[in-house]
């Protein structure tokens, strides 16, 4: 169980453009879904928050208006990654939490390579 | 803020050897802790947890011990294989305020463990 889903695997865009990346929850309903970008040999580092059915709570520095999330269903959430850029390569994990595990344990996606060209 | 300090890597070891990876972490309140097993190209995988003090969390012969007067939660494995080979997360879950359940992620350990 608490199975999480990312589609793509990975992607390659040209500068300019727009790039959707899904997050689902395949067999829990995810009340709280999280992004986090990671780059090589790094840490992970959280960008957005995100609860079914209101607005993504944003990490500080992170610009609202290039990353769109939106979770409009309790198994799905997208990124949108808006005039993508190089320098928005990365990795990029989705997690999601459930109120059946209280304890708060994340489960995560394997991740969506992202390759601006 | 929260904070998390893991043992620097990386650390390579031979197989069966015995494996600690320090974790130390600054928390309000009193998180949950948890472990997390990054392999090559993959996300995170849920290694083991404590959700209170002196709980031990076990999983594939990897513990940790939810040491509450240390702030600590090292991870313990008696003999490593080569399948262990990864990168490990320690990550206290923020335990309130307008935070909870965000997991802080500490620096990561790479491990290699060699034949």
């Known amino acids: 169980g608490a199975v999480v889903s990312q589609h793509p695997s990975w992607v390659i865009c040209k500068s300019g453009t727009s790039v959707k990346i899904e997050c689902r929850s395949l067999?829990?309903?995810?009340?709280?879904m999280f992004w986090y970008r990671q780059f090589p040999k790094q840490s992970l580092m959280l960008m957005a928050t995100s609860n079914e059915g209101s607005k993504a709570t944003y990490e500080q520095g992170v610009e609202k208006d290039k990353f769109l999330i939106n979770h409009a269903s309790l198994t799905l959430s997208t990124l949108t990654v808006t005039s993508a850029h190089p320098e928005d390569s990365s990795f990029y994990i989705c997690?999601?939490?459930?109120?059946?595990?209280?304890?708060?344990?994340?489960?995560f996606g394997p991740g969506t390579r992202l390759t601006v060209t | 803020g929260d904070s998390v300090t893991q043992m620097e890597g990386p650390v390579t070891l031979s197989e069966e050897a015995f494996l600690t990876i320090n974790c130390t972490y600054t928390?309000?309140?009193?998180?949950?802790l948890f472990w997390y097993v990054q392999y090559p190209g993959e996300g995170l995988q849920l290694l083991l947890k404590a959700t209170k003090a002196d709980d031990k969390g076990s999983n594939k012969g990897f513990e940790a011990t939810y040491r509450k007067e240390t702030t600590s939660f090292h991870l313990e494995k008696g003999s490593v294989q080569v399948s262990d080979s990864a990168v490990y997360f320690c990550a206290p879950s923020n335990a309130g305020g307008t935070s909870y359940g965000k997991l802080t992620f500490g620096q990561g350990t790479i491990l290699t463990v060699h034949p």
């Open positions: 997690s999601a939490t459930s109120q059946d595990h209280p304890s708060g344990e994340q489960y």
């Open positions: 928390a309000t309140g009193y998180p949950s």
């Open positions: 067999d829990f309903q995810a009340t709280t």
